[in-house]
């Protein structure tokens, strides 16, 4: 029979982590983009909350075999926070996590980008579309904003999710090196 392992203080990490994240990305929203202060804690949940599902989803899609490695380093770290093997094989671990790292950071960007614009268009009032004489009937003016959700961007929204994100990373970052260092 298999056994569970639940990774307890994991979930705890994450969750604290995720609430720190949600107050500072909320407060930059809120700054930024000129929402109100329950708006911008209300987008920064919901995108936080989406966005951290989509990546555990993708972490545990990726495929696993038994002899990788980096994979064994990347479950390690998750788990029990310490790497797997020697000191100089775990270089070459914290270089392809640092590179992991930056790829995450800009696809979370990405994502959460396109869920704020999705947010908007689903929650806009059909008042402010229905002057639009080429829309008729609910769902062809809900589908129309989606399909401009998905295809514009307010240049103001991407310079606010990238600070958001820098800060909510960096804030996260120097709290794991202050848990690792102090173990």
Known sequence: ?????????????????LLLAIALEGFVLHKQLNLTRKTSIEYSISINLYSTFIGWLLFFLLPVSENN??????????????????????????QTIFLSCVIFFFL??????????????LI?????????????????????????????????????IIIANGLSYTLILAILFILQITE
């Not at 979370?108 to 268009?121: F, H, R, S, T, V």
């Not at 402010?128 to 809900?142: F, K, Q, W």
């Not at 989606?146 to 103001?156: D, G, M, N, Q, W």
Request: hydrophobic share 45%; aromatic share 10%; proline share 5%.
């Open 1 to 17: 029979m298999p056994s569970l392992i639940l990774p307890l203080p994991t979930i705890l990490v994450q969750s604290v982590l």
């Open 69 to 94: 490695f980096l994979e064994l380093n990347f479950i390690s770290f998750i788990y029990f926070n310490n790497f797997y093997g020697s000191s100089g094989e775990v270089w070459s671990v914290y």
């Open 108 to 121: 979370i960007c990405l994502i959460e980008l396109k869920l704020l614009d999705l947010l908007e268009a």
């Open 124 to 160: 806009q009032t059909s008042e402010e579309h229905e002057s639009d004489p080429e829309a008729t009937g609910r769902s062809v003016i809900l589908k129309k904003r989606i399909t401009v959700a998905f295809l514009k961007t307010e240049p103001s929204k991407v310079s606010a």
